[in-house]
Structure formats: structure tokens, C-alpha cells
């Protein structure tokens, strides 16, 4: 089982940054690949952006260029550092682990960027 907790979270004026931090715990290594989605409420929870184990970045159109996902193995810890914000980006962030056999999910923290 892998444990996820995600921290960073709060309010931004646009055009201003955050960085997101997601520590995890137990059976680390067996994650393939770790991330990030996000949420707002009444919708679907979409994908942002994710780091595999080899160090491959893969990003959602809407933040390329804009948000940056990176992984310290050494802490078992995953970041989103989030540039140039839009209000848009408000959302509850959740943190991602895949492992052959199953998912892992964080509690979410919540980013509000306001206009």
C-alpha cells in the first residue's frame, strides 16, 4: 500500500506561483509513476501532470510551459511547482501514485487563485 499527503495549497493573486508537495509512505517502491490531477466541484477530476519512475514528464496542455512536476526519490516526495497562475487553476489539487496493481490517491489541498 502507498500513503500520499499532499501540502502547498492556499490562496494566490493571478500571475503569482505555488508549489505543491506530495510525501509519500509505505510501499514506495513499487510506485511506476506519480502526479498530479485537480477538481472543481460538479466536475470530472482531470489529469495535470505526472513524473515515472525513469524521470519522464508528461503535462496536460492547459499547464504546459506553466507548471513543472519533479520527484526527490531520496524524500519519496513529488512537487508541482505552479508559475503564472489563472483563475482557472482553481481547483482542490490531488496527488497520484500508480503501481502495477493498484492507485493511490492524497486528500487534496485546495488552490485558489484569485483575479
Known amino acids: 500500500q502507498v500513503q500520499l499527503v499532499e501540502s502547498g495549497g492556499g490562496l494566490v493573486q493571478a500571475g503569482g506561483s505555488l508549489r505543491l508537495s506530495c510525501a509519500a509512505s509505505g510501499w514506495t517502491s513499487s510506485i511506476s509513476s506519480i502526479g498530479w490531477y485537480r477538481q472543481v466541484p460538479g466536475k470530472q477530476r482531470d489529469f495535470i501532470a505526472a513524473?515515472?519512475?525513469?524521470?519522464?514528464?508528461n503535462y496536460a496542455e492547459s499547464v504546459k510551459g506553466r507548471f513543472t512536476v519533479s520527484r526527490d526519490d531520496a524524500k519519496n516526495t513529488v512537487f508541482l511547482q505552479m508559475n503564472s497562475l489563472k483563475a482557472d487553476d482553481t481547483a482542490v489539487y490531488y496527488c497520484n501514485a500508480q503501481t502495477s496493481t493498484n492507485t493511490a490517491w492524497g486528500q487534496g489541498t485546495q488552490v485558489t487563485v484569485a483575479s
Open positions: 513524473v515515472s519512475r525513469d524521470g519522464y514528464r
